[in-house]
């Protein structure tokens, strides 16, 4: 299976993924849908052979990337997913990781994870902004010095893409994780100046949230993010082997000719 094509890739530095990825919400059994939604979450995906099955469709349909965090009693299920969706595949997916302050206490766990690249958590981004100077708290630079010093590739998230993304850009980032939708969730401060801002970069951006965290059909929110430039990844969390074929079904059709 690891011959298979996979879907069009980009390159953060050196380290390569898909341009869809795999994200984890779902894994951690959180649903912006409704409390239903997240008791059937942590119900079914609390066991390591669930999300390994999810894995390994994901794989099957040319994913090569996921985007995933540490957190108690999920990070021993996800090491047993991946390993074991390797085992079958012959793909042991290459990770980026959203980090925290401390996150140096776990770089070997990291490793373990295949983690390539390492986000700045989009709380900790947004907080070091400095509106004032359009630029970034001392402790920005800090972390992703860190992070690069670990052997990782430095990366950042936030949830106010169209002022941090302009603030970032003099700062050794080479990514940014932000959220873009057809019906502009958590797009701050607006639409406008968030697409203006990803336009501007010169760092890569995924785009994170296509479906609004459910509020959006698959067909919908797909062929708004896929069809948009300048974007170089879309992150999708998966909480179904079925929303593996729906979702990343529509993707694969809308990507075929941007391989």
């Not at 509106?131 to 970034?136: L, S």
Request: proline residues 5%.
């Amino acid at each position: 299976m690891s011959s298979q094509p996979v879907f069009p890739t980009f390159a953060v530095e050196d380290r390569e993924f898909s341009k869809l990825l795999i994200g984890h919400n779902p894994f951690l059994g959180g649903s912006y849908m409704s409390k239903a939604r997240t008791r059937l979450y942590q119900e079914t995906l609390c066991d390591a052979e669930v999300l390994e099955r999810i894995l390994v469709k994901a794989i099957g349909t040319g994913v090569r990337g996921m985007m995933a965090s540490l957190a108690d009693g999920f990070t021993e299920r996800l090491r047993a997913a991946m390993y074991g969706a390797a085992e079958k595949t012959g793909v042991l997916l290459p990770t980026i990781m959203i980090v925290s302050k401390g996150f140096e206490a776990d770089f070997d766990t990291y490793r373990e994870l295949n983690c390539q690249v390492m986000l700045v958590h989009g709380q900790w981004s947004d907080a070091l902004y400095v509106k004032a100077g359009n630029t970034m708290q001392p402790d920005f630079a800090d972390a992703l010095k860190r992070i690069r010093d670990g052997g990782f590739v430095p990366a950042y998230s936030t949830h106010n893409g169209g002022e941090v993304i302009p603030a970032a850009e003099a700062f050794d980032a080479a990514l940014v994780n932000t959220p873009v939708n057809k019906i502009m969730w958590r797009m701050c401060p607006c639409e406008e100046m968030v697409l203006s801002a990803i336009r501007n970069t010169k760092k890569k951006v995924i785009a994170m949230k296509p479906l609004a965290m459910g509020r959006i059909a698959p067909q919908e929110g797909m062929e708004y993010v896929c069809r948009l430039p300048d974007l170089d990844g879309i992150v999708v969390g998966i909480g179904h082997e079925y929303e593996v074929e729906e979702t990343f079904g529509v993707a694969a059709e809308l990507l075929s000719g941007a391989a």
